[in-house]
């Protein structure tokens, strides 16, 4: 059983920045991957940013350059940096468990665990 709840979103300026943050309640896996999907109003939810248990990392276009994972191992927490932020990054964001399968996958089938959620607004 994984767990997974997301913090850290808010609301700021065209420019400003967010730190999300995903922790996990789960057991350790030798092999893992967390993505991180957003979902803004009326729109389909989008893979933004992935990580494997390697540290191996894949960010979307839209967020490259602007956006960065980091890990706390210790903590079982990833996090997100959001940087630049921009109108078009406003969305719920989702961070998403898969166990067993190191993959920078951002299908959102084969996730088989998520967290609710936390709303991040920017505005110009």
């Known amino acids: 059983q994984v767990q997974l709840v997301e913090s850290g979103g808010g609301s700021v300026q065209t420019g400003g920045s967010l730190r999300l943050a995903c922790e996990q309640s789960r057991r350790t896996y030798l092999y893992y991957s967390i993505g991180w999907f957003r979902q803004a109003p009326g729109k389909e939810r989008q893979g933004i940013a992935a990580i494997t248990s390697s540290g191996q990392t894949f960010f979307a276009d839209s967020v490259k350059g602007r956006f960065t994972i980091s890990q706390d191992n210790a903590k079982k927490t990833l996090y997100l940096h959001m940087n630049s932020l921009k109108p078009d990054d406003t969305a719920s964001y989702y961070c998403?468990?898969?166990?067993?399968?190191?993959?920078?996958?951002?299908?959102?089938?084969?996730?088989?665990?998520w967290g609710r959620g936390t709303q991040v607004t920017v505005s110009s």
């Open positions: 998403a468990f898969r166990a067993n399968v190191a993959s920078l996958n951002l299908g959102e089938s084969v996730y088989t665990s």
